[in-house]
């Protein structure tokens, strides 16, 4: 077999690193990571129920593999192995069968976790057949369901406050977030992504789905516990446009402050902000004042940095946001070699 999971062929004196989120956003900050270190751990939510995963789910009862198969492409190397392996991986039955819209990265992690019974486990052994640059886990062992209160989630009566449950249901209201919630309630976090988190130099929240992909992780206890608790610096990386249904109409400062609501006690040590998300882009001319203040509620720095990708899609540029992650390592946290 080709290669090794995490930890072999560390680069001495990177960073320890662990990254929290799920989907795109994750796979964006994972891609720009593994420029900066090999010793990276990705937590994933597991709280997908649509499309494949969602199938997956339904008929198997697994954790939805899909954001941690993402994670996975995203940590494959840029050699021709891989290359390949991120694309068989990302890849999809065509057709209206069966099979039909299926990932074979799905199929092939959630086969070994019928055979291992271990999720974790499972998931070093793609790694190890992928030669990732890191290691993904989920962040809890059992299926989780998101709740939201939605404000005008029936558009006839853009008042009312509703109870929306699944990840699909909420990413596509039409409707304001309000809050939200994971069923089972207070789940439990798998053990190594709780190491993970103390054990980090950093750890790195979003960019990502807010509700869906950020949130999650401060709502499952003993993850949360140790985000508060770890010795790590903590930089949360904001996204670069309001997502429809999800944050549709949210300034910066309210993505903070849904932060700040659903984890009190958190703290944060850098914020950064694509600047051209903020003055003139996405969220229009973004009150900076504001921006700052509630930045600073979290006892972060504000840091506005040119992250997005040239194309003017709201996506983040790997190598942008690696000189920009690299900079807050550099200057938000110690100096020199680490450790």
Known sequence: MKGSSTGAGRQVGAP??????????LSASLSALRRLTSDL?????????????????????????GDLRKALAALCGDDDWGHTWSEVLQHRFSGTGELGGHAVGNLLIVALWEKLGDP??????????????????????????IEAQVRGHDPAHPAQVTAVRGQASVAATPGTVQSVRLLPEEPPAVPEAVTAVQE???VVLGPGSWFTSVLPH????????????????????????????????????????????HAPDLGVDAILV?????????????????????????????????????DGTPRHDPELLAAAYDRIFRTHGRIGPWR
């Open 274 to 310: 694509d600047e051209r998300a903020v003055t003139g882009g996405a969220f229009g001319q973004a009150d900076l004042a504001g921006l700052e203040k509630a930045a600073g509620r979290m006892g972060a720095a504000l840091v506005l940095d040119k992250v997005a990708s040239a």
């Open 218 to 261: 401060l709502l499952v206890p003993d993850l949360a516990k140790a985000l508060i608790g770890t010795k790590a610096r903590r930089l949360l990386t904001l996204n670069l446009a309001p997502q429809p249904g999800e944050t549709e109409g949210f300034t910066p400062q309210r993505h903070l402050e849904v932060i700040a609501d």
């Open 41 to 65: 751990t990705a937590v994933v939510t597991v709280a997908d129920d649509g499309g494949s995963s969602g199938r997956l789910r339904a008929e198997l009862d697994v954790l939805p593999p």
């Open 16 to 25: 320890r690193i662990t990254a929290l989120g799920g989907g795109q956003g």
């Open 120 to 145: 974790v486990a499972a998931l070093e052994w793609v790694g190890r057949l992928l030669n990732v640059q890191g290691r993904v886990l989920p962040m809890s062992a059992v299926p989780l369901d």
């Open 200 to 202: 980090a130099d950093w």
